[in-house]
């Protein structure tokens, strides 16, 4: 497998998880780089050397730091002209390609996993993660060699696919939060309730939502809910608009099922008045 010579920009928490993992599986890495990384004479060097820089900033930064590695670029006299194959990466998975559009080689690289620090991020990094890229060789041959999976997501959808990211992990992670707070308050813990979520995940996976949703709303046992309300209600507003919100969407998936019986029942009660005939 092809080993590449990969600049990163940012040292966050991505750019140290990534500089770490790509060096762990032979690829030589120059950073990461800092603010102000087109003053540096180290990283004006690497450019000769580097066939990838990877951007590993914040979004709205994205665009920023483009400009200025184009200023880099020209400076250190490796415009388009004498490197035409260098590749530009952004690892935002919210954002086209349009903050790179001043070079003509660009791609992005969203890893489907999250990195809360250096250490954990670069060990998931290369643990058969998925990852949300543009069509390129180059990225494809960098996600295999970290033991990754491709998924192609079209510019146009971008931002809906980020969406769901963040309702897959950030919208989980503040639920947990709403779960530590009200199991506090029944001199609990998080631990004592973590095990039935990672029961309940893996229902998922192993037998689908359908098969793993269970509880008061599928079984319509109202008595329960209304009690769950008024018990909620006692610890604050914003914790029954959370609860609500959470039985509402339940509800809409239980009745979208009950529709989809009904149609399915319809089909085949046309199907046996046929056959009669």
């Known amino acids: 497998m092809r080993k590449y010579n990969i600049a990163i920009i ?21 950073g990461p780089y800092t603010r102000g990384f087109s003053k540096q004479q180290d990283f004006i060097d690497c450019l000769s050397h580097v066939e990838v820089v990877i951007v590993a ?6 665009k920023v730091v483009a400009s200025e590695l184009f200023f880099a670029l020209t400076k250190s006299s490796l415009d388009s002209n004498i490197e035409p194959n260098l590749l ?10 349009e903050d790179l559009s001043i070079f003509s080689n660009k791609a992005s690289m969203h890893p489907l996993a999250p990195l809360p620090n250096q250490i954990v991020g670069a060990l ?10 543009t069509e390129n060789e180059v990225v494809k041959d960098l996600v295999k060699s970290l033991n990754g999976k491709c998924v192609f997501v079209d510019d146009t959808k971008r931002a809906l696919y980020h969406t769901v990211a963040s309702m897959a992990s950030n919208f989980l992670v503040a639920l947990m939060g709403e779960v530590s707070k009200l199991a506090e308050i029944c001199d609990l813990s998080l631990d004592d309730f973590i095990q039935l979520s990672e029961f309940s995940i893996q229902d998922v996976k ?15 046992d109202i008595q329960t809910l209304n009690s769950h309300r008024v018990a909620v209600g006692k610890v604050g507003k914003e914790d029954l608009r959370f609860y609500d919100s959470g039985v509402k969407s339940i509800k809409s998936l239980v009745s979208m099922w009950s529709a989809e019986g009904l149609e399915t029942s319809a089909k085949l009660q046309n199907l046996e008045n046929m056959q009669c005939k």
């Open 124 to 133: 998931r990094l290369r643990s058969n993660i998925t990852y949300a890229v």
């Open 57 to 62: 900033t914040n979004d709205s930064n994205i």
């Open 88 to 97: 530009v990466v952004h690892l935002s998975g919210a954002k086209s390609l």
């Open 206 to 220: 192993d037998f689908g939502i359908r098969a793993a949703l269970t509880g008061p709303v599928v079984r319509n």
């Open 10 to 30: 940012g040292n966050g928490r991505a750019g140290g998880a990534f500089s770490e993992a790509l060096k762990a599986v032979g690829h030589v890495v120059y």
